[in-house]
């Protein structure tokens, strides 16, 4: 057999999904820290002027300000979801839209669950940008932040915003990957598109839009919940009433850099899940 063959015949390893979502994290971070400095500002800066301040206080490093515990998210959170979404096609039957729906959402809940503590500690870590010098955290990476969390808030709280993040998971999931795959699907049954990395681009665009569009306003009351301190909101009603207290618009603050973020990101992960998959997938007759 030819490499090329052997190439065209290996599959996608279980943990392909997250390794390359951490992957694709440390290339668009900085949308991300921009996207929570917007959320959690108290000030009504543009993203432009966000971005702009935070490099003159903290130059281009500022921006990746909790970079680390952003790849321990995806190697908690994503590779668990697309491991779980991944390994049960070829468990469960697939071929409806439903089952892609439901298949996805019980992969978001799990790995969205395991994913807390290091996504409270990435916002966390973010967040400080918005915060004056004497009230920031000052974590020196994402396992620092966990355990000082552990250690000087106890256990429970490195949980804190887990309600919104499963929530956010499961929109996410449901949308990064059920629905790409039905979009993918719809438009290769077109005449005007094959299975090509132009339709590839097209369905993940498309599938990024109305994941954005979706998981927006759960993904501002998670940021604010988990970036909190101590008695700023006393619950969680406080903080939605608090987030739409100007209208419905306070629920998508901060959508532009988050679509642009999910965008580049969801393809980045498929094109490393790609090359992943052609070098060191396992082949058909191989054991899990």
Not at 11 to 27: E, K, N, T
Not at 145 to 167: C, D, N, Y
Not at 198 to 211: D, E, G, L, Q
Request: charged fraction near 20%.
């Amino acid at each position: 057999m030819s490499a090329t063959q052997d190439k065209g015949k290996r599959q996608v390893r279980w943990y392909f999904g997250g390794i390359a979502a951490a992957g694709a994290a440390c290339c668009t971070h900085p949308l991300d820290t921009i996207k929570v400095a917007l959320q959690t500002q108290l000030g009504q800066l543009t993203a432009t002027e966000i971005t702009i301040k935070i490099v003159r206080e903290h130059g281009i490093i500022g921006l990746y300000r909790g970079l680390s515990a952003s790849v321990l998210r995806n190697l908690t959170y994503s590779i668990t979801r697309f491991g779980l979404y991944e390994t049960g096609k070829t468990y469960v039957p697939t071929d409806t839209l439903l089952a892609r729906v439901l298949l996805a959402g019980f992969s978001g809940t799990i790995g969205g669950f395991l994913g807390i503590p290091a996504d409270m500690v990435n916002v966390r870590m973010q967040a400080d940008l918005a915060f004056p010098p004497e009230q920031r955290r000052k974590y020196k990476h994402g396992l620092d932040g966990i355990r000082r969390v552990f250690k000087e808030e106890g256990f429970t709280k490195l949980f804190a915003g887990g309600t919104t993040a499963t929530s956010r998971s499961i929109l996410m999931t449901i949308t990064q990957t059920a629905f790409y795959d039905h979009i993918k699907i719809m438009l290769t049954k077109t005449p005007y598109f094959e299975d090509n990395w132009f339709t590839h681009c097209t369905a993940v665009m498309v599938a990024s839009a109305i994941s954005t569009s979706i998981f927006q306003p759960v993904d501002i009351i998670k940021t604010r919940s988990q970036s909190s301190r101590p008695m700023e909101h006393k619950s969680l009603g406080e903080i939605i009433r608090y987030t739409g207290c100007k209208g419905p618009s306070g629920f998508y603050k901060g959508y532009l850099p988050s679509f642009l973020r999910l965008g580049p990101q969801t393809l980045i992960t498929f094109m490393i899940v790609e090359k992943l998959r052609e070098n060191f997938g396992r082949l058909p007759d191989e054991v899990n």
